[in-house]
């Protein structure tokens, strides 16, 4: 299997990242459009994406597991980018919810992987 290069998965990841804190951002500054929910779907996509070909870390097994978290948690953007779609007053206010988590998860899991990789 060809590998993929790391430098081209970052570039990817932070594009993706972007486009979802643009697109979540649209409703409070520009109003609801119909069009901000595409687009943040479009970024929750490309970083499960972006995550899913991210090479993993030949180190220990805490370093390849924290890597998987960081799938985890764009899986998270997409089951919020899903909420979107959904008819229910609940299901599209509760975007939010899985997004932070989303957030979080991927905020605690680049720290710990930064922190366990320097050490090395």
Known sequence: MKKVNE???NLLLCVAML???????????VG??????YVFAAGAV???????LMPAPDSTL???????????SAIL?????????INDSAMQRSWIAFL????????YATLMLAKLTKKA
């Not at 609801?32 to 929910?37: D, I, K, Q, V």
């Not at 805490?62 to 985890?72: E, K």
């Not at 932070?100 to 905020?107: K, S, W």
């Open 46 to 52: 490309l970083t499960l994406i972006a995550q899913v």
């Open 62 to 72: 805490r370093v390849r597991r924290l890597a998987r978290i960081n799938v985890w």
């Open 19 to 29: 486009v979802m804190l643009g697109a979540a951002l649209v409703p409070i500054f």
């Open 77 to 85: 953007y997409c089951v919020a980018a899903a909420c979107l779609f």
């Open 32 to 37: 609801n459009t119909p069009w901000s929910r």
């Open 7 to 9: 430098k081209y998965t």
């Open 100 to 107: 932070l988590a989303g957030a979080v998860i991927q905020i």
